[in-house]
């Protein structure tokens, strides 16, 4: 009874699973081809072709009999060593790595070169190997899922993401990509070209400002984007501008994740934008006529409709920001994720107390996932005080300010930072109290440049120059708007 108990105890961690005796428990044989296994060994010993292709496909994970795992091994080592493979060779790589006798001698290669039927099937016998590796490998993931699912000192997000990865690292470590003509990615590249020709010309997420598009082409998929600047210099505001821009405008669904501000605030930073009232009476500290009333209900018609996803979820750990990501990717299409703000994630619990090493790991995390999912992801970061200390320059941020890892800078795909000399003291004249900044101080796929801007703290809204004398004409054309509504 206690031999089956002891039988029966869960394994560790951080042991493989043993297929066999899991095989044997569920009643069944892992998935496996022996026959096949031993006829694409056979066709490399004795084509030179067959190797190459054998090679190029399979791994030596996807021999099932050790064995001939590690006849394998010795052949890759071979052509490492620019060396050709034959029983001879073979013969000699596996008696120099102490393997010749546990496979059977030089007798049992011999024999391997007998079990071919032809070696023009090699192609046949690679897939039916990638087919049964992929099998072994889905039983030692989803076993790995349910030894996970019993323990419950595993959060159900963190459980969630580790499966969904699993899974995915299964079939995708056996499907390779095939290598492409030169010909058929120009043809490719001409069809996006044409389908650009029917749009905006952008090929990627609208921000909503014209300068900065003309620079990116939209955000684009599998970028990430870092937008810093020093505490209370505009972030959250520019970052609600470019996520009320791509889903009311352009109706494009996005994603906000807010780690320091409640939804509720957020809403009523977006509805101060939307509708042009004066923060005080959204707060609640001045009353709203009702002429304001009406004038809030009619603005904040398209943005209620508006695709916009708003989590606020203080200190999210990582793997739950992923597993929520993937969801709103998958069920809501959500074609841009913004993260509010970068160093207020929780990272991996073991890098607790290595703050550059947790945000580098983070950092990471984001642009893997932005990759995966092929969505654009825009991640606030605060800047160091040295930012604001530095001599000259005229107290633009530069690279070298982003806080706290030097990975942050590494992993993007694009920089930007917000800059306002007024806020830092540069310029005590009055016209240049909403001058403002974006500087694209990094971007691995284009141009960069310092964009001009406004921004009206009012409400809560950034505005390029040229739309600047835009502003009294939108409220003449909202008083007419209003005027055939409400008849």
Request: with cysteine; net charge negative; aromatic share 6%.
């Amino acid at each position: 009874m206690a031999d089956q108990q002891k039988q029966r105890a869960p394994r560790k961690k951080d042991q493989p699973v043993n297929l066999d005796n899991l095989g044997l428990e569920m009643g069944n044989k892992p998935p496996q081809a022996i026959d096949v296994e031993e006829a694409v060994l056979g066709a490399m010993l004795l084509e030179p072709s067959c190797v190459d292709e054998a090679m190029e496909e399979l791994g030596a994970s996807c021999f099932y009999d050790p064995k001939h795992k590690m006849i394998f091994e010795a052949m890759s080592s071979l052509v490492n060593e620019h060396v050709s493979v034959d029983i001879i060779t073979v013969s000699n790589k596996l008696k120099e790595k102490g393997n010749l006798e546990a496979v059977g001698g030089a007798v049992a290669l011999a024999n391997l070169s007998e079990k071919v039927g032809s070696a023009a099937h090699i192609e046949y016998y690679i897939k039916i190997l990638k087919q049964k590796t992929i099998q072994r490998d889905l039983i030692t993931a989803s076993y790995d899922i349910l030894r996970d699912s019993y323990d419950d000192s595993i959060k159900v997000d963190e459980l969630i993401d580790k499966a969904q990865t699993k899974v995915f690292n299964a079939i995708q470590s056996n499907v390779r990509k095939e290598v492409q003509d030169i010909g058929s990615v120009i043809n490719s590249a001409m069809s996006d070209i044409e389908k650009m020709q029917d749009n905006t010309g952008l090929n990627g997420v609208p921000s909503g400002f014209v300068s900065i598009d003309r620079i990116t082409m939209g955000w684009q998929k599998s970028d990430l984007i870092i937008l810093a600047a020093r505490p209370s210099v505009g972030k959250t505001a520019f970052s609600l501008n470019l996520a009320r821009n791509a889903a009311v405008d352009h109706h494009m669904p996005v994603a906000f994740f807010s780690l320091e501000m409640s939804a509720i605030q957020l809403a009523k930073r977006l509805m101060t934008t939307e509708s042009g009232l004066s923060p005080d009476k959204i707060k609640g500290g001045v009353k709203l006529e009702q002429f304001e009333w009406e004038q809030l209900e009619y603005k904040l018609k398209a943005l209620t409709k508006a695709p916009l996803y708003i989590d606020d979820t203080p200190g999210l750990q990582l793997m739950e920001f992923r597993t929520k990501a993937k969801n709103l990717v998958k069920n809501k299409q959500v074609r841009l994720i913004i993260v509010d703000y970068l160093q207020l994630m929780q990272g991996p619990s073991e890098l607790k107390g290595m703050r550059e090493q947790e945000v580098a790991a983070i950092s990471r995390t984001l642009k893997a996932t932005a990759k995966e999912l092929e969505v654009p992801i825009i991640a606030l970061s605060q800047l160091s005080r040295q930012a604001v200390q530095r001599q000259g320059g005229g107290g633009k941020p530069q690279l070298s300010d982003l806080r706290e890892s030097g990975s942050i800078e590494q992993d993007a795909d694009m920089v930007l930072f917000i800059h306002r000399p007024d806020y830092i003291g540069l310029s005590d004249n009055p016209e240049d109290k909403e001058k403002t900044q974006i500087i694209i101080a990094k971007h691995r796929n284009g141009e960069t440049c310092d964009i001009d801007m406004l921004f009206k703290s009012e409400q809560v809204k950034f505005i390029e120059l040229d739309d600047a004398l835009d502003v009294r004409a939108s409220s003449m054309t909202f008083d007419s708007a209003m005027n055939n509504e409400f008849e």
